[in-house]
């Protein structure tokens, strides 16, 4: 199955907003409210920030929301931290009932 | 505390087998499905598949199915990935996580374990 389309960067300078995008099908995104974010540093594991599209794990700086609207999730931080740097994934569940990972977004904060 | 931890980094010749194993502590390792995830050098994320080490339900990835097995054992709370005859494409990173209690997000993971396979 096709990998969900996430736009290869963005960036933004401290204190701003940025939106990430996340586009699949109705078989996956638009299917099922289902759709997760991960932040990756180099080096390191993923770390869940949202999973079903907009609820935060505890201890996830409310600075990160999530929504979504027929095939496409995003993903918004807003008040840009230069911390926030990192590699970022969404990833859906899918009609196969496996799961399918975005192409990753690299976040560069200014 | 919630953890998963991996087994070391391998390095290995093409068609030898390989078995990796990530060991969960801190929670009921039976109640929570367990994900197998790969990722090249320089290269996204990519979902292998999960296994249920309660019941050892697995569901594979279409493009991991054959390719892999998973297996887990609860007597010792840990979950393994494993290849029959490992080629210099299988060369990645690949992690474990766990499946949050009763919503689809994976919110603990493994350190990932390097594996080189290399003539």
């Known amino acids: 199955q096709s990998a969900l389309t996430q736009p290869a960067s963005v960036s933004g300078s401290p204190g701003q907003s940025i939106t990430i995008s996340c586009t699949g099908t109705?078989?996956?995104?638009?299917?099922?409210?289902?759709v997760s974010w991960y932040q990756q540093r180099p080096g390191k594991a993923p770390k869940l920030m949202i999973y079903e599209v907009s609820n935060r794990p505890s201890g996830v700086s409310n600075r990160f929301s999530g929504s979504k609207s027929g095939n496409t999730a995003s993903l918004t931080i807003s008040g840009l931290q230069a911390e926030d740097e990192a590699d970022y994934y969404c990833s859906s569940y899918t009609s196969t009932t496996t799961r399918v990972f975005g192409g990753g977004t690299k976040l560069t904060v200014l | 505390e919630v953890q998963l931890v991996q087994s070391g980094a391998e390095v290995k010749k093409p068609g030898e087998s390989l078995k990796i194993s990530c060991k969960g502590s801190?929670?009921?390792?039976?109640?929570?499905?367990i994900a197998w995830v790969r990722q090249m050098p320089g290269k996204g994320l990519e979902w292998m598949g999960i296994?249920?080490?309660?019941?050892?339900?697995?569901k594979y990835s279409p493009s991991f199915q054959g390719q892999v097995t998973f297996s887990a054992d609860k007597s010792i709370s840990t979950a393994y990935l494993q290849w029959s005859s490992l080629k210099a494409s299988d060369t990645a990173t690949y992690y474990c996580?766990?499946?949050?209690?009763?919503?689809?997000?994976?919110?603990?993971w493994g350190q990932g374990t390097l594996v080189t396979v290399s003539s």
């Open positions: 801190g929670y009921s390792f039976t109640n929570h499905w």
């Open positions: 996580a766990r499946r949050l209690p009763t919503a689809k997000g994976f919110d603990y």
């Open positions: 109705s078989s996956d995104v638009g299917g099922y409210n289902y």
């Open positions: 296994i249920y080490p309660g019941d050892s339900d697995i």
